[in-house]
């Protein structure tokens, strides 16, 4: 049996500036957290497990209520750190809603990984097991986070979350470097740190699943019953789903009406918990209503995407053969659906306000070009073996 890992269980604001103070200097700070999102609004921080080094740090987020000053320091530039975590979107939320800041220098292991021709998304364990030759339990992953007091058995199997990270950024961080991918990790992190900040504004409600087909006066409904979901939610600490489903939420608007007799019809609006909000919903369709023309919302450009038959299943087994080649994970490069689209616009069969996200960075010259060259012919996809896992390649087609 592995011996147990040392660190500090802080359940105070003064050991908490202690520690943050200890690890100050560090080069590399990592960090995870733990929490429960099943029945709140926004998800419960319970722990957050902390490694600077050999100096780490489990904080109890329901005992330590202001953990400001770990915040702070993960945000701070004036040491040059860098901050280490997997999977960052839950993590880079909770920074983010507490001080407004992005975390200094951004390292996401998942997808680092992929940027070096590792499975993307790659699990934690699976690359635990990979760089660090260990195995992690997960007898602990239903755990409720909230419940107190958590055994030695749960603070151990938080803190490994922290333990390998480390040593998978390093091993990471020099393959990165080794292929000249470093700027590239860069420039992924920015981008995705900008769609993670995009989720926390007010304009999110635009991101419902349904509503591309929407019209003006439709949008202007779906706004004002989602702001009301919202403030509903956010009061009664509810999952807005659960004070009134998506897909209700759109059928609403598509019938455009306040009658109350009208809104009880739709089938699933008869459930208790959304019976006694149908006054408040209706003063909602009301309010959608009632907005002037001159402030309706932007419908979305609307742009069909050819599906490009059997054109399209070819450029995906092509940018599959790509990304193995040159080392990346093809679902960190490009979905189907992108790759589709990139296709459509370069043969001229839609327009788009602005080069695909294939057109950009990184992935132009190493996807787009490519294709480029695949569609005008210039290179041809064939079977080098087909008993290998690898069986295809792509090649200069002759003169």
């Not at 040392?6 to 690890?23: A, M, N, P, T, W």
């Not at 490694?51 to 987020?61: K, N």
């Not at 958590?150 to 603070?155: A, E, N, P, T, V």
Request: proline share 5%.
């Amino acid at each position: 049996m592995a011996s147990p890992i040392d660190f500090d269980y802080i359940k105070q604001e003064s050991q908490l500036v202690d520690y943050c103070d200890r690890i100050a200097g560090s080069p590399l700070i990592a960090f995870d957290t733990e929490f429960v999102s099943e029945d709140r609004y926004l998800p419960e921080l319970c722990l957050l497990q902390v490694a600077a080094g050999d100096d780490m740090a489990i904080i109890d987020t329901l005992e330590c209520k202001n953990i400001r000053p770990l915040w702070d320091l993960i945000c701070d530039p004036q040491h040059g750190h860098q901050t280490v975590v997997h999977a960052a979107r839950e993590e880079f939320r909770f920074c983010v809603m507490e001080t407004g800041k992005r975390p200094h220098r951004l390292f996401d292991t998942q997808v680092a990984a992929g940027l070096i021709g590792l499975e993307f998304p790659a699990a934690y364990s699976n690359l635990v097991s990979r760089f660090c030759k260990e195995t992690l339990q997960k007898h602990e992953t239903r755990t409720n986070w909230r419940k107190r007091p958590l055994s030695s058995g749960q603070l151990q199997y938080a803190i490994k979350d922290v333990v390998y990270l480390e040593e998978i950024h390093r091993k990471i961080n020099q393959r990165l470097e080794d292929l000249g991918r470093l700027d590239w990790l860069e420039e992924e992190m920015d981008r995705r740190q900008a769609e993670f900040e995009a989720d926390l504004r007010p304009t999110r409600w635009r991101k419902l699943s349904g509503i591309a087909s929407s019209t003006a006066a439709e949008l202007a409904v779906i706004r004002e019953l989602w702001k009301w979901r919202e403030e509903i939610a956010r009061t009664r600490d509810l999952p807005a789903r659960r004070v009134l489903r998506d897909d209700l939420l759109i059928e609403l608007c598509k019938r455009g009406t306040s009658d109350l007799k009208k809104i009880r019809s739709i089938r699933g609006m008869d459930y208790g918990r959304v019976q006694k909000f149908l006054p408040e919903i209706s003063a909602a369709i009301e309010r959608g209503l009632d907005v002037p023309k001159s402030d309706w919302p932007e419908t979305f450009k609307r742009s069909r995407i050819p599906n490009l038959g059997l054109l399209g299943q070819f450029l995906a087994t092509a940018l599959g053969v790509i990304c193995r080649e040159k080392s990346i994970a093809p679902n960190l490069a490009s979905s189907t659906q992108e790759l589709r689209t990139m296709a459509a616009w370069r043969l001229g069969m839609i327009k788009l306000p602005e080069e695909p996200r294939l057109f950009r960075g990184w992935r132009r010259e190493v996807i787009a070009e490519e294709i480029d060259r695949v569609l005008e012919g210039k290179k041809s996809l064939r079977i080098i073996d087909p008993k290998s896992s690898q069986p295809l390649t792509i090649d200069d087609c002759p003169s």
